[in-house]
């Protein structure tokens, strides 16, 4: 689905002339769903606005999170506490600032707690005048009282066309609309970073990189949020797990299997992204391998969510790499 598709589509929502309505998001992980969730609000915000200056003054505000009448909740997807709702809940019924409208941005609403669900419903059910809730989610799998509560919006992931770039650079970063619209606008190079991989130590050191801020973010660490605007980081990972692909059938065994054991030490505590790692490595090999490679690769790299014996997952898992 094309940007302009879906800004027609909240356009015609808008024009409905609702003083109050909830709203669900949902799509999977490539798809930028808060910078959907302003461009909805910008919409709301500007709506029977005719001064250009003021119109743009709008806009600006709410692309830069600034906006008093509009609340980003949740931002590093994590399970939103009761507090937090009961806070929600008192703050939409307080006055506004500068407009006649307030929004409600809930992020990571997969992540939402059975009480802090139930604490929701109500106020979603019945918001009040010129109050609006954006709930953002990875998929539909959360209490279905939301689902019914809320007019949901299934924004699908662009494609390579919609995003303006190549089909290299969409799997290259694996169709992650927000860091494809960033490496745009800031403009780098991919060819910048072909000297910065070139041994095993390299690719270890972004894996390892990535793993600490992956992490970070998770857990809302500040740590995480110094780099989350850098596509350095990204880039750099993204480009070892591609040299990973192609080299390593090269690599000596003693070079493999110092790549697995420090990837079990590394990661032994973080499965959702040891996995993440792994499903990007399969769709990075899927020029590389034969298809029955590839489904092998698939069903070990499944199976890690189980009770299984990880090093001996990831020496299988390496083996096809490596001999395939």
Known sequence: MGNNEILNRFENEIELGKESASYLFYGDKRVDLLSYALEFS????????VDPLEIKREKTLIDRLQHPDIEVINQHNENIKIDEVREIIFSSVESTFNSRKKIFILCGIENLRKESSNALLK???????????????????IIPTIKSRTIKFHLKSPSNEDLGVSKEIYYFFGGDEKDIKEFKEKGIALEEYENRVETIDDVLYYFIEMKK?????????????????????????????????????????EEVYFLINEIIE?????????????????????????SEELKKLINLKNSIRNNVNIRSILFNFFDICTNG
């Open 213 to 253: 801020f992956l992490s970070s973010k998770k857990n809302g660490e500040n740590e995480g949020n110094k780099i989350e605007n850098s596509l350095n980081l990204v880039v750099g990972y993204n480009k070892s797990i591609d040299f990973l692909c192609k080299k390593i059938r090269f690599f000596d065994t």
């Open 266 to 290: 590394e990661f032994k505590d973080e499965k959702e992204i040891l996995l993440d790692l792994l499903s990007k490595i399969v769709v990075n090999s899927r020029n590389i391998l034969d």
């Open 42 to 49: 910008k919409i709301v915000m500007t709506k029977n606005m």
């Open 123 to 141: 106020i979603l059910e019945e918001p009040p005048k010129d109050v609006y809730f954006i709930l953002l989610s990875r998929s539909l799998n």
